[in-house]
């Protein structure tokens, strides 16, 4: 007997084993805690986005809180609807369980048996939604949780998780949790007859599909928000929003106010006349005289500068008054003209000279 084989048989052994214990026990549904602790969350979020007056980022939260809560409400009634017409499954048998396990083999490019942490996994092929690549999961049944709603995890082997939320792996696995969505029970029947093989199919199939309805995040949003000011993606956590319009923009595209500090995209932030360094609107004064836009390290006594250094000119005074050349005396009278009289005082007799007859 090969080591895979003995192990294969160690394996359908433990699965027997614990389906014989869950057929004795009685069972209740497990609560949708994935689903409650996101919409947690999500609460906590918006509280403090109402706190901080940010009604953009408020709006887009509150979407995601109500398909959030919508998806709680649909789990919840599936777990009722479940409960009331479910019935005990008499343990399958143990070469059934070893079929079942040597199906998986044959199905899955890879299968993996852990006993000392009693999982039984399968690799999948890359999931490709939407030309965006996920790479492979591992599926991975815990048999000692068979009694439980979710006994398996979903696990992302070269995790290429969403912009926004590094817990979402796929569209709709977060936390390691998928959403099975319609499937769920189909799921939940071949895991209560042992068809382990049906399971791993249609965990695999949800896992190639894509609804946008049921997505915690839907792949147009998957490699971030877009910023603001240059539309690029980003993550969530990269994103700062603005304090003049509230959008959000990346690193790169945020200048800070010089006076404040607070964050301005290219859109909001106005320069001060005088220094020409960023400022919001509420740190600029307009100039008393001019009206251009100044900050408060380039204003005095409410004047730009330019405004400040004219009115500090000195005031008028006759000591200040410019020189005045006096005017040239009148030019001399060709021959036969008519000399004006002039003003004895403006033009003085000189020493040794008689005055011309009038």
Same mark, same amino acid.
């Given at each position: 007997?090969?080591?895979?084989?003995?192990?294969?048989?160690?394996?359908?052994?433990?699965?027997?084993?614990?389906?014989?214990?869950?057929?004795?026990?009685?069972?209740?549904?497990?609560?949708?805690?994935?689903?409650?602790?996101? +919409?947690?969350?999500?609460?906590?979020?918006?509280?403090?986005?109402?706190?901080?007056?940010?009604?953009?980022?408020?709006?887009?939260?509150?979407?995601?809180?109500?398909?959030?809560?919508?998806?709680?409400?649909?789990?919840?009634?599936?777990?009722?609807?479940?409960?009331?017409?479910?019935?005990?499954?008499?343990?399958?048998?143990?070469?059934?369980?070893?079929?079942?396990?040597?199906?998986?083999?044959?199905?899955?490019?890879?299968?993996?048996?852990?006993?000392?942490?009693?999982?039984?996994?399968?690799?999948?092929?890359?999931?490709?939604?939407?030309?965006?690549?996920?790479?492979?999961?591992?599926?991975?049944?815990?048999?000692?949780?068979?009694?439980?709603?979710?006994?398996?995890?979903?696990?992302?082997?070269?995790?290429?998780?969403?912009?926004?939320?590094?817990?979402?792996?796929?569209?709709?696995?977060?936390?390691?949790?998928?959403?099975?969505?319609?499937?769920?029970?189909?799921?939940?029947?071949?895991?209560?007859?042992?068809?382990?093989?049906?399971?791993?199919?249609?965990?695999?199939?949800? +896992?190639?599909?894509?609804?946008?309805?049921?997505?915690?995040?839907?792949?147009?949003?998957?490699?971030?928000?877009?910023?603001?000011?240059?539309?690029?993606?980003?993550?969530?956590?990269?994103?700062?929003?603005?304090?003049?319009?509230?959008?959000?923009?990346?690193?790169?595209?945020?200048?800070?106010?010089?006076?404040?500090?607070?964050?301005?995209?290219?859109?909001?932030?106005?320069?001060?006349?005088?220094?020409?360094?960023?400022?919001?609107?509420?740190? +600029?004064?307009?100039?008393?005289?001019?009206?251009?836009?100044?900050?408060?390290?380039?204003?005095?006594?409410?004047?730009?500068?330019?405004?400040?250094?004219?009115?500090?000119?000195?005031?008028?005074?006759?000591?200040?008054?410019?020189?005045?050349?006096?005017?040239?005396?009148?030019?001399?009278?060709?021959?036969?003209?008519?000399?004006?009289?002039?003003?004895?005082?403006?033009?003085?007799?000189?020493?040794?000279?008689?005055?011309?007859?009038?």
């Amino acid at each position: 007997m090969s080591q895979t084989h003995r192990t294969r048989l160690r394996v359908a052994c433990a699965l027997h084993q614990h389906y014989e214990y869950s057929s004795r026990k009685p069972t209740a549904p497990d609560p949708p805690t994935e689903h409650w602790q996101r +919409l947690a969350t999500l609460w906590r979020q918006l509280q403090l986005c109402e706190r901080r007056s940010l009604p953009a980022t408020q709006e887009r939260l509150q979407e995601h809180y109500l398909q959030t809560l919508e998806m709680l409400g649909s789990r919840c009634r599936a777990l009722v609807a479940l409960s009331q017409t479910s019935r005990r499954s008499p343990p399958p048998p143990l070469r059934s369980l070893y079929e079942e396990l040597l199906a998986l083999e044959q199905e899955f490019p890879e299968v993996r048996y852990d006993l000392a942490e009693k999982t039984v996994s399968v690799i999948t092929e890359p999931v490709i939604l939407e030309r965006i690549e996920l790479g492979p999961f591992e599926i991975r049944l815990d048999w000692t949780q068979l009694s439980f709603t979710h006994p398996y995890e979903v696990l992302a082997l070269e995790p290429h998780p969403a912009g926004d939320s590094p817990g979402t792996t796929h569209p709709h696995v977060h936390d390691r949790i998928l959403c099975e969505g319609e499937a769920r029970e189909a799921i939940r029947l071949a895991l209560d007859q042992g068809r382990l093989g049906d399971v791993a199919l249609q965990i695999n199939q949800v +896992l190639h599909t894509y609804n946008p309805g049921s997505a915690y995040t839907k792949l147009a949003d998957w490699e971030g928000l877009p910023c603001a000011d240059c539309g690029g993606p980003c993550p969530a956590e990269d994103l700062t929003p603005c304090v003049g319009c509230e959008q959000r923009s990346c690193q790169d595209c945020l200048t800070s106010c010089r006076e404040c500090g607070d964050s301005l995209c290219s859109a909001c932030e106005q320069r001060c006349t005088d220094c020409q360094e960023p400022h919001c609107a509420g740190c +600029l004064e307009s100039c008393a005289d001019c009206g251009q836009e100044i900050c408060p390290s380039c204003r005095t006594d409410a004047l730009c500068g330019p405004c400040h250094d004219l009115q500090q000119d000195p005031e008028d005074d006759e000591t200040d008054l410019p020189y005045q050349t006096p005017a040239p005396p009148p030019p001399p009278s060709a021959p036969g003209e008519t000399v004006p009289a002039t003003d004895p005082d403006l033009y003085p007799h000189r020493l040794g000279q008689a005055p011309l007859p009038a």
